[in-house]
Structures are given as structure tokens and as C-alpha cells.
């Protein structure tokens, strides 16, 4: 079952080369030998691209540099991907450049979707047997806060809608059905929502996790794009 990860970036030319190389020696490590690495750019006006092309001769997984759009949104970069997933690759993922999220959690993952287990599966730092190091105060209470409200959303438990790593089968993917405004920090989330109240197995892991955000994050803007995917979700539109 062949595994497509997308890697959002935007002015990530410092961090992207380090981030391909471990993720590329955690599927080596792990016997993932099937994978397709997509870097899905939303607005990078460094050299984010050059470092994608030479990646992609120095890791043994094909990498592949796709422009999503130019005004800064993950969540575009990463729908963008998966909807333009070359035919065969059945099981969807992201993960963050910078690694944040140890890509071991990645293959289990995918394990669980190709063994059936599950047909979503979401990383989340609130797990009893996540470990999370070095996380400010100011993101530790943001994500204490998510987490909270997004327990309340009825019909699906996502714990942590803001950790940088999720899977889905693709078959269930297709089936998605968001508004057109629902993009940003808060699609995977949001989507993962949706499908799981449509029926979609959920399936949330432990996850190893080192903040490494250098103050990169806009945690404003982030906090808006869950807020609004909240109301959102709990109006059930």
C-alpha cells in the first residue's frame, strides 16, 4: 500500500534539507520502502524549492517539489497534495519540515491504516505515552486550550488538533466534503472531524515531540483558523 507524505513549507530553505534526511532514515529504518515525499510549498520566497530538488538526490525516496499557492496557508498545501496524489498511493500523510513530531509515529501510522486498523490516524501530545520536550508556556496553554474545546465537538475525539502528523486512507479522503473557506492551521484537524463523524475508525497515537518552532509559528493567526473551524464544527456546518 504505497505512501504519500506531504511536507507543508513556507521559507523553509534552513530546515527542509535536515528534516528530508531524517524522515527518509526513519522509513529506511522502519521498512517503509513505498513512499512518494511531496514538498508542498504555500508562499516561500527564499530557496525552499532548490532545497527540495537537491534533496531529492541525496535521500533514496523520490521527492517532489509542488507549488500549492503563494499566500501562506497549510492548509491549502496540504489539500492541494492530497487531491493531486498520483493514482496507487492509497494511504495520505503529513508531517511538519522541521521533524518536530519524530517520523517513527509516521510509519506506525501507516501500519495501522494498511493492516486495517484504522482509517485515520492522528498524532496527539496528549496521549499518556507522548513525550513532549521543550514546549513553551505560551503553546503548552494555546494547545491545552484546543484540546479542551475540541473534546467537546461531538461525534469524533481528537485530543490534538494542532499536532503536525496525520494519516488517511485515501479511499476516505475522497469522501470529504468541507467548506470552501476551511483551510489554514486547522484543516487537518477540521477534516479529520468531518470524516471521523461520517464514519471514518479514528485512531490517535503517542507521539515523540521536540518544539523546534524558533518562533516561527504564527500563534495568533493559528489560534484564529481553530477557533473559526470550532464554531464551524460545532454547528455542524
Known amino acids: 500500500m504505497p505512501l504519500l507524505i506531504v511536507i507543508p513549507v513556507r521559507n523553509e530553505e534552513r530546515r527542509l534539507g535536515s528534516g528530508l534526511a531524517r524522515l527518509a532514515e526513519s522509513l529506511q529504518a522502519n521498512g517503509c520502502a513505498d513512499a512518494l515525499i511531496v514538498v508542498s510549498d504555500n508562499g516561500s520566497t527564499d530557496w ?16 517532489v517539489y509542488h507549488r500549492a499557492c503563494d499566500h501562506g496557508d497549510k492548509g491549502v498545501a496540504i489539500c492541494s497534495a492530497w487531491e493531486s496524489a498520483p493514482e496507487g498511493y492509497d494511504v495520505l500523510a503529513y508531517c ?35 513525550q513532549v520536550i521543550g514546549r513553551s508556556w505560551k503553546r503548552s496553554l494555546i494547545s491545552a486550550t484546543l484540546s479542551f474545546f475540541w473534546r467537546l465537538l461531538p461525534g469524533a475525539r481528537l485530543t490534538d488538533p494542532g499536532c503536525g502528523l496525520k494519516l488517511v486512507r485515501r479511499s476516505v479522503f475522497v469522501q470529504l466534503q468541507m ?3 476551511a483551510r489554514g492551521f486547522s484543516f487537518g484537524g477540521e477534516a479529520f472531524v468531518r470524516l471521523a463523524r461520517a464514519g471514518a475508525k479514528l485512531v490517535e497515537i503517542p507521539v515523540k515531540w521536540t ?17 473559526r473551524a470550532w464554531g464551524r464544527l460545532i454547528g455542524k456546518n
Open 48 to 63: 525552499t524549492r532548490s532545497v527540495a530538488i537537491e534533496a531529492s538526490a541525496k535521500i533514496p525516496y523520490r521527492v
Open 96 to 130: 511538519d519540515a522541521d521533524m518536530a513530531t519524530d517520523p517513527e509515529a509516521l510509519v506506525r501510522g501507516y501500519r495501522l491504516i494498511a493492516e486495517g486498523k484504522a482509517d485515520l490516524v492522528a498524532g496527539s501530545r496528549w496521549h499518556r505515552d507522548s
Open 179 to 181: 467548506p470552501t473557506d
Open 211 to 227: 518544539d523546534d518552532d524558533a518562533g516561527r509559528i504564527r500563534l495568533g493567526k493559528a489560534a484564529g483558523d481553530y477557533a
